[in-house]
Each structure stands twice: as C-alpha cells, then as structure tokens.
C-alpha cells in the first residue's frame, strides 16, 4: 500500500486522516462539503484527494496530490448536478432515474473530451491534463497545477491598463495554444480572465476546459457562460458554436486588457449594441487595432473573424490589418467601390465601342469562356488542380506582399524572432507547399523571423523596485519580480539579484528579478509584464489556488 500524504504539504503521514498534520500543523479533518468525495480519499492507487475547491455543471474539482512524485495537481470530478442523484456509500455516483442514457453520453462527451486534451498536451498555452481514469462510475481528470495567479487577478493589481503591444504579446502563448485546439478539432468556449493562468515560471496558461453543453445556454447540465467573453451563439442549443466562438472570447478579453472595462454582454448586445469602440474607451489604442477587435467581436457569426492566426496577425501588423479590411472583412472600403465602378465603366465602354463598330462579322454578341487548364497523361486528359505555393525562405516585404502571383490565397503572418533565419524571411507556413487548394481565397499562415530579439541587460541591482521596473519598460524587457526575505544584507524594497549579468546581450523576455522585502511574506506574486510595482498591494480577490496553501 502506498504511503499516506498530507495533501497540504506533501510530507508521509503514519497515522492516517486524523486531527493535525505533525509537520505542518494543519487539520487532516474532512471539510469538504456533503456529496463530495472526502479529504484524504485515495484514487486509483495514484492519487490523493485534497481539499474541495469549486463546482460547475460539470463537476466538482479537487486539490489533489500525485503520491508517486510528491506533486500538486488538480482533479475534477465528472458530477452533473441535473443529472445525478448523490452518491452510493461505496462513493459510486448515482443518475437520475429517467436520466440514466443522458448521464452515460454525457459521462462519455466528459471522458472524449479530457482524453483528447490528454493526447494533445502539453503544449504552448494549454494547461496540460496529466491522466484520465474512471472509478466510481464516473470519471476523473488530473491536470497540472501551477503558482501564479489569474489574469482577472492581474489586472486587479494593476493601477494602469496594457498597451496593445503588452496585451498581444501576454496573450500569445494562449492565442497559439487556441490554435492548436482547433487543429485538433476542439473549441474550447470558455476563454476569459478567469481561466488565464500567470504561472511564476513560464507563459500564460489557458485552463477551464468544459464539455459543449457545459458552455451551453438551454441544454442538459447546468451551463457555466462568462458575460461579456460568452459568444452570442452559446446562449442557445439551437445554434452552432465553432472557432469563431473561441476567436469572439479572445477579442473580448483583449478589449479588456487594453480598455479595463469587460465587454458588454452578447444578450444585452442583441437587444441594444451598446459596446463602445476600444479606441473610444482608450485613446492610446490606435484605431486599426479597434477595428480588429470590433470585427472578431461581431455578433453574426458569418461576418465575425473566423481564425485566431487571422486574429493573431490582424493585432501584429496594422498592415494585415488594413489589407484585410480593403477586402471586405471589416467594411467595404471606398477603394474598392471606385475600383469595381471603373471596371463595370470599362465594360461598358467596350461593348459600345463594339456596337458602334458593327459588332462582329458573324453578327454575335461576344463572350468569354472561362479555360480549364488540363494536361495529358498517356493519352488522357484530366484538370490540374491547384496546390499551396512554397513560401519558405521568401522575404514577406518584398517578395509577397503586393506580389499579385498569390491573389488568391490570404497571406495571414505571424512574427518569431529566430537567430538562425534573417529578419523578414519566411520560416514556416501551414499548409505546407504542394498541399491541395481546397477554396478559393485559401488562406496561407506564414511565420516570419523577425530577426535576434536581444538587447542590452541593464544595471538594476540596488534600484527601488519601481526604477527597475521603468528602466526595463523603457527598453521592452518583459520580467517576473520575485519577493524574497529580507536576510539583513540587502536593502528592503530594492533589487538583490537578476538572473543576467549587466552588459548581457539578453533575448527581451522571461527576465526574473529578485526584490527583498521586510518581515516574512505567505504568498509569492509576480508581474508578468508592465509595472511590476503594482504586484506589492496584492489582495487575495481572484488569486488562482497555489501549491502548498
């Protein structure tokens, strides 16, 4: 039998789950609620069950222990409360009578769902799901937990909002990682500042995975929607929800970052669209970026940005986005009015011309036949069908934006330094070449290099902790400030240490400051980007739960 934890501090326990921890003092009584499994309760001969934490229409989640590893995770519990009927003595779950197929299918959607995940993480941005079981007649999910805080959090902390360039490059890893969702064919329709996690080691994590009808007004379980991140259409079942609802909730939660205000919510928004233009709100955020988010935040699905590498790119590069809006995607524009009215005028022109001159010698009205090009293969004729050029290794200024040999595709470019591949050359791109051209307007996602990313590491040691910050805001260094104890050798308040050596030539993110504090300190926060002073007057409102608490 494996050996007991304490699920506070992970150390062996001899006695079972009685009275106090003798290592951390902390009670190893049962608190959690009637219903839920019991403090201590072992799962699958791997895992033990902490403290109970939250509940949605999907289930309960735990603070859980991985015994073999001495490791904190989260569990969750697949428990619908519109379904289920308690639980047995043994600790089986127990449907409904009458609801016993919907429990089993819903159970199922549960079961695909964190399996999927599963095989899919970790990735960049996603939280990674460590196991799925099923015990109890039900099923259980163990994902990664990680120190940090949530975005909403953030936020709170902070007495200013995020410039546009702060916000995209906070929300790239869970942008990409959204990506990487829907290429695996998962939504996930729960995206809000809430389920954005601030690790103290690494980049932002999205967590709050659900099922469909979890995030889904009017179906079986008790739906769990975010106002003002929640797409319209997840407030039916008669509706469909897709990628444009997942690129809807990150507009929505970029407005936030850079405005301060939460989006009016899609309800309210369909009866009166009250939701005032980020630029309006902010006068530093400049009208193209606007403009992007409106248009990937429209409530008709159909004429809303459809992909988060659209989004991506259209909140890189007020370029993409301006081409984007002069193809229709945002409004039609006057250029191109003028430009379909000079071609018709052409048109015109001509066959007047035609007329006047007799027309054609046959007396018929002249026509164009669209050509199939076609190639003959021993004999046989068969059409050729179009394939995605190579565009690796092109420069993007020069050798395709304008270039009109791609005007059928939509160039949509995402930038990565890379000190291997010179700045302005394409590094990859999806689809790859020679695969089929499946549409017309295909669209092509090409990563740029946009060259090293270094600059020099500043003399920090010994500023206040609110010089620092602003010497490294000034030259775009993106830091974590860590607290530490004051040992008596260092001065309270200012920086001990950086994790690079002034004079270093330093890629401008993941800086790690070590700033003493006076007196002992429970909690350990930091700023991922911005003011880092902000973080000292931090208040436990939305923290995300932290290992060890």
């Not at 319209?232 to 939660?253: C, I, K, M, N």
Request: aromatic residues 6%.
């Amino acid at each position: 039998m494996p050996k007991l934890l304490c699920p506070h501090c992970l150390q062996p326990l001899d006695d079972g789950y009685h009275g106090d921890c003798p290592h951390c003092g902390r009670t190893l009584e049962n608190r959690n609620p009637e219903g839920a499994l019991p403090f201590g309760t072992q799962l699958g001969g791997k895992y033990t069950v902490g403290a109970y934490l939250s509940a949605d229409g999907d289930g309960l989640a735990y603070r859980g222990v991985l015994n073999d590893e001495k490791r904190f995770v989260l569990i969750k519990e697949y428990f619908p409360v519109t379904l289920c009927n308690g639980r047995s003595a043994a600790g089986a779950l127990m449907p409904k009578e009458e609801k016993e197929v919907l429990f089993k299918t819903s159970r199922m959607d549960f079961k695909d769902l964190y399996d999927d995940l599963k095989n899919l993480t970790p990735a960049t941005g996603l939280s990674t799901i460590l196991d799925v079981m099923e015990e109890n007649n039900t099923v259980y999910a163990v994902e990664e937990s990680e120190k940090g805080m949530t975005l909403s959090h953030y936020l709170h902390l902070r007495s200013r909002t995020l410039t546009p360039a702060e916000a995209r490059t906070l929300l790239q890893p869970i942008m990409e990682g959204v990506a990487q969702l829907h290429r695996s064919g998962l939504i996930h329709r729960g995206i809000c500042p809430d389920n954005i996690l601030l690790p103290i080691d690494g980049t932002a994590r999205l967590t709050g995975y659900g099922t469909l009808a979890l995030r889904t007004g009017g179906s079986e379980l008790k739906s769990q929607l975010y106002p003002g991140y929640a797409a319209p259409e997840q407030y039916s079942a008669a509706e469909f929800s897709g990628r444009y609802t997942d690129v809807y909730a990150l507009a929505a939660v970029c407005y936030k970052m850079v405005t301060g205000q939460t989006p009016v919510a899609a309800p309210q928004r369909r009866v009166r669209d009250s939701l005032e233009s980020a630029h309006s709100l902010e006068a530093g955020v400049p009208t193209w970026f606007s403009q992007v988010l409106a248009c990937a935040m429209r409530l008709d699905p159909a004429k809303r940005m459809q992909t988060v590498p659209e989004l991506m790119s259209a909140l890189t590069d007020p370029n993409v986005a301006n081409a984007m809006f002069e193809r229709g995607d945002n409004q039609i524009s006057t250029s191109k009015i003028m430009g379909v009215s000079l071609v018709v005028i052409f048109v015109l022109v001509v066959l007047l011309l035609w007329s006047l001159l007799g027309g054609s010698k046959d007396g018929t009205t002249p026509t164009s036949t669209p050509q199939t090009v076609t190639s003959t293969v021993a004999g046989e004729s068969s059409t050729e069908k179009a394939t995605v050029p190579n565009l690796v290794g092109l420069r993007y200024a020069t050798d395709i934006k304008g270039n009109t040999a791609y005007d059928g595709y939509r160039i949509v470019m995402v930038e990565q330094s890379s000190d291997t591949v010179a700045q302005g050359v394409v590094i990859s791109q999806d689809p790859p070449a020679g695969t089929e051209k499946l549409m017309d307007d295909q669209i092509i996602q090409i990563t740029v290099s946009s060259g090293p990313n270094l600059v020099e590491m500043p003399d920090i040691i010994g500023f206040t902790q609110a010089n620092a910050s602003k010497k490294l805001d000034a030259l775009g260094i993106q830091y974590k400030m860590v607290m530490v104890d004051n040992d008596g050798t260092m001065a309270a308040g200012c920086v001990a240490k950086t994790d690079y050596l002034a004079g270093t030539k330093i890629n401008t993110e993941n800086v790690t400051v070590i700033v003493s504090i006076a007196g002992e300190r429970d909690d350990t926060l930091v700023a991922q980007t911005g003011n880092a002073a902000e973080s000292n007057s931090a208040s436990p409102e939305g923290e995300a739960v932290t290992e060890g608490d």
